[in-house]
Nanobody, 115 residues
């Protein structure tokens, strides 16, 4: 199993920045890609960003140029630097990890962007 715990959410004004972190534990040696999804009130969960084991990154169009995903060399800590935040970025942000054909999710951290 892989366990994921997010941190770093909070309330920020539009145009501000936040940095989310995700700590992985358990069978971390099995992890391939990791990433972030988010779910706004009344909407389905959507993809935000991902990073592969070879450090290839992928972003949703809505966050390109504003968000940056990184992972430490041990592949146990994932980060999401979010700049130029907009009210539409308000959501619960979830970390995910793909390992041996399974996707594990964290419990999420709330991000609220005020206008």
């Amino acid at each position: 199993q892989v366990q994921l715990v997010e941190s770093g959410g909070g309330l920020v004004q539009a145009g501000g920045s936040l940095r989310l972190s995700c700590a992985a534990s358990g069978r971390t040696f099995s992890i391939n890609a990791m990433g972030w999804g988010r779910q706004a009130p009344g909407k389905q969960r959507e993809f935000v960003a991902a990073i592969t084991s070879s450090d290839t990154t992928n972003y949703a169009d809505s966050v390109k140029g504003r968000f940056t995903i990184t992972r430490d060399n041990a592949k146990t800590t994932l980060s999401l630097q979010m700049n130029s935040l907009k009210p539409e970025d308000t959501a619960v942000y979830y970390c995910f990890a793909d390992w041996r054909g399974t996707r594990s999710w964290g419990q999420g951290t709330q991000v609220i962007v005020s206008s």
